[in-house]
């Protein structure tokens, strides 16, 4: 059986070690160009630049 991850934010795997720490969007299948600082609260607006 194949275990499923639900879309979601997740720690971003390509995260720089110089930089703040972020978070990417899976959608199910694959990870997107979306990301945003870890410390946005849920439910908040992506920031600018966060498309697919």
Same mark, same amino acid.
């Given at each position: 059986?194949? @275990?499923?991850?639900?879309?979601?934010?997740?720690?971003?795997?390509?995260?720089? @070690? =110089?930089?703040?720490? $972020? %978070?990417?969007?899976? =959608?199910? $299948? *694959?990870? $997107? *160009?979306?990301?945003?600082? $870890? *410390?946005?609260?849920?439910? *908040?607006?992506t920031? %600018?630049?966060?498309? =697919?």
């Open positions: 059986m194949t @275990q499923v991850t639900p879309a979601g934010w997740y720690p971003d795997p390509g995260q720089k @070690q =110089d930089g703040p720490p $972020t %978070e990417r969007w899976w =959608d199910g $299948t *694959a990870w $997107t *160009a979306r990301i945003r600082p $870890t *410390a946005l609260a849920p439910g *908040a607006a920031p %600018e630049g966060g498309g =697919d």
